[in-house]
């Protein structure tokens, strides 16, 4: 799993893991080295803020199987299976309309509402998975299709190892300028969740070096704009927050599959070193046992040192991307958040 890096937590239970009820160490204690890395052992409790759901939830421990790690092929194939039974749950809670298509030459998946009310208004959504793996093209999609009574356009961008950085970028891209051609970019919001956030900050640079106009708003929901450096949160957190093996990040760039050979400091695949000034409003999301609070949350900082309307919501106690998990109270609160900000976006 370590090596899928960004893909969405719920991923987590389709990959090689399984319950652990074992009572952990009960005390507390910390050394911290001559070099500042602190070795802790502390007790934290489950916050008293979450919903009895949350609650329930957060009572499930996770540990690896031994033996041999899954393949990508057994990766894809076990995220795929998730995806489509998760996308199913939120459809009946979200009921909306699904259609496979091609845009700009890229294929999508095309999410639509069951009564239209806005026509002239496009979600496009670039979603998670590590950039290797499709986890949220539909469950990503769905909620606002459905909230916002507006058509949602989900990239199914070419993937790494096999293609790495530009190809995303370019996918995404592709079909925004083909959007263009229907679509106001005033009308146009573009938005991902974990690798999709990432993704979604990246493809605003990118348009902004190619002088296209920047759409209405974006949505970077649990992500990082830097992948040369591991965040502080990535030290202490697992895709499932405290639960599971908690491995230590390394000194190498961040989902190495999807930078290959590039500078991991392009300005482009790292948008904290490119120049945000003029960057449209964004939504930045997180949770306080989230691995990429870290690099939300620093991003978020970099696009108000550029003077760029970016507002942030930490969501307490929650892992990686939880909003996944239709039937969390927090969930549906989360939805309400993207929904409101993406409509304030498109209806100036």
């Known amino acids: 799993m370590k090596r899928l890096g960004f893909a969405l937590m719920l991923v987590v239970s389709v990959v090689g893991v399984k319950a652990q009820t074992d009572a ?14 602190a070795h802790v052992m502390r007790v934290v409790p489950i916050p ?33 299976k998730w995806q489509a039974g998760a996308a199913e749950a939120s459809r009946k809670m979200f009921p909306v309309n699904l259609a496979d298509g091609v845009v700009g030459g890229v294929p999508v998946k095309d999410v639509t509402p069951l009564v239209m009310e806005h026509k002239d208004w496009v979600l496009m ?6 950039f290797q793996v499709d986890s949220g093209s539909l469950t990503e999609s769905i909620p606002m299709a459905n909230l916002l009574k507006a058509r949602v356009v989900s990239v199914l ?31 146009i919001v573009v938005y991902g969740t974990s690798a999709g956030a990432m993704l979604t900050a990246e493809v605003a640079v990118r348009l902004k070096q190619l002088g296209l106009p920047e759409p209405a708003g974006l949505g970077i929901f649990s992500g ?31 989902v190495g599959g999807y930078v290959g050979t590039h500078d991991p400091k392009d300005p482009v695949l790292s948008p904290v070193y490119s120049d945000l000034h003029g960057m449209p409003p964004a939504l930045f999301i997180t949770s306080t046992r989230d691995l990429l609070l870290s690099g939300t949350t620093i991003l978020h900082r970099a696009y108000l040192k550029a003077g760029v309307d970016a507002r942030l919501v930490v969501f307490e106690g929650l892992p990686h991307t939880f909003w996944n998990d239709v039937s969390l109270p927090e969930t549906i ?8 900000f993406f409509r304030e976006q498109l209806g100036k």
């Open 333 to 340: 609160e989360t939805y309400g958040y993207m929904a409101q």
């Open 224 to 254: 990082t704009g830097d992948v040369s450096v591991a965040g502080d949160s990535e030290a202490m957190y697992s895709l499932r927050g405290l639960s599971g093996e908690l491995e230590m990040p390394t000194d190498k760039p961040q």
């Open 48 to 80: 008293g803020t979450l919903s009895d759901q949350a609650k329930a939830s957060m009572r499930h421990a996770y540990v690896h199987h031994p033996g041999p790690p899954s393949t990508l092929a057994q990766d894809r194939a076990g995220v795929d």
């Open 125 to 130: 959504c670039v979603h998670g998975g590590g």
């Open 24 to 37: 952990g160490p009960q005390r507390n204690s910390s050394v911290v080295d001559a070099d500042g890395t």
């Open 157 to 187: 961008y070419r993937m790494a190892p096999e293609h790495p950085y530009p190809a995303a970028v370019d996918d995404a891209v592709a079909v925004y300028k083909e959007l263009l051609k229907t679509y106001k970019p005033r009308h």
